[in-house]
T-cell receptor
Framework: AQSVSQHNHHVILSEAASLELGCNYS??????LFWYVQYPGQHLQLLLK??????LVKGIKGFEAEFIKSKFSFNLRKPSVQWSDTAEYFC????????????FGAGTRLAVHP | EAGVVQSPRYKIIEKKQPVAFWCNPI?????LYWYRQNLGQGPELLIR????????DSQLPKDRFSAERLKGVDSTLKIQPAELGDSAVYLC?????????????FGEGSRLTVL
């Protein structure tokens, strides 16, 4: 079945630790890829996106993600997390290559301890 | 610029009761989405509107769910009658058009608890 998989449901890190959140999708063909973030008590917002070109994309707040087509992956990374990065992170795929139809993963809840 | 506004933020009802959620998208955004987010899961699309037309409602449980977007601006999502399994967060999102950057702008959601 077509899906978006996020490998870790909960991640706990100390400040300054490095972060990598996994995301794999099972759609073939052209896809657009996204990471959304939901800070406590706030709405979902876009962190970064990949449409084409350089497979390493940079987003807000020092986050980046790498698209590896052969692995159907779009992992999110940050070299050094901060307490303010505590949030839930959602990987999303637009498999249509056209109109907006986001398919979300189950999310990863990140807790950063001071 | 105001974001996507949803109401109510929280709603607790008993099963078999009706409930309605309201969404006001960002001004000028023609595309409006309703998503449902169950506990521990990501959002799942229920329905997508282009202006006042529902162009993708394949995931909407039509026996008890209905939605409308009169005049192509505000939208209402209704559940009648509600079931225990409908407990979830109902998210509204909007975007400027069908083909654009792919970014959806989400509201804060309406959390429904069915007892």
């Amino acid at each position: 079945a077509q899906s978006v998989s996020q490998h870790n449901h909960h991640v706990i890190l100390s400040e300054a630790a490095s972060l990598e959140l996994g995301c794999n999708y099972s759609y073939g063909g052209t896809v657009n890829l996204f990471w959304y973030v939901q800070y406590p008590g706030q709405h979902l917002q876009l962190l970064l996106k990949y449409f084409s070109g350089d497979p390493l994309v940079k987003g807000i707040k020092g986050f980046e993600a790498e698209f590896i087509k052969s692995k159907f992956s779009f992992n999110l990374r940050k070299p050094s997390v901060q307490w303010s990065d505590t949030a839930e992170y959602f990987c999303a795929v637009n498999p249509s290559g056209g109109y907006n139809k986001l398919i979300f993963g189950a999310g990863t809840r990140l807790a950063v301890h001071p | 610029e105001a974001g996507v506004v949803q109401s109510p933020r929280y709603k607790i009802i008993e099963k078999k009761q009706p409930v309605a959620f309201w969404c006001n998208p960002i001004s000028g955004h023609n595309t409006l989405y309703w998503y449902r987010q169950n506990l521990g899961q990501g959002p799942e699309l229920l329905i997508r509107y282009e202006n006042e037309e529902a162009v993708d409602d394949s995931q909407l449980p039509k026996d008890r769910f209905s939605a409308e977007r009169l005049k192509g601006v505000d939208s209402t999502l209704k559940i009648q009658p509600a079931e225990l399994g409908d407990s979830a967060v109902y998210l509204c999102a909007s975007s400027p058009g069908t083909f654009n950057t792919g970014e959806l702008f989400f509201g804060e959601g309406s959390r429904l608890t069915v007892l």
